[in-house]
């Protein structure tokens, strides 16, 4: 199956032509946001259906990874640091911010 490319058709046959797989790799994604995919089908008299737009959206919904790298012990009035840098999100998402609290 050759890849979609935005305003080509792909043309395909029976018996296995009424389903395409779309796929993507990490090479060549599907951005993330809104895509509309149209079919139209043709009988064997070569009258064209109406055409059917599917929409699909591409959503990142897998948490990231937060690491937190903190000395166990500090002597009072020591200052420290607290390191996130460790954290981490899956391709081709990013950590767009630290949110850090003290709870007690």
């Given at each position: 199956m050759p890849p979609f490319?935005?305003?080509v058709p792909i043309t395909t046959t029976p018996p296995a032509g009424a389903t395409v797989e779309v796929t993507v790799t990490a090479a060549a994604p599907l951005p993330i946001g809104?895509?509309?995919f149209q079919l139209?089908?043709?009988d064997n008299?070569?009258?064209?259906?109406d055409p059917q737009v599917a929409t699909v959206t591409v959503k990142?919904?897998?948490k990231p990874t937060a690491i937190i790298t903190a000395p166990a012990l500090v002597q009072p009035g020591q200052t420290f640091s607290l390191d996130g840098t460790k954290s981490s999100d899956?391709?081709?998402g990013t950590v767009a911010k630290w949110i850090w609290t003290m709870l007690d």
């Open positions: 490319v935005k305003g809104v895509h509309h139209v089908v043709e008299s070569g009258n064209q259906s990142d919904t897998i899956v391709a081709p």
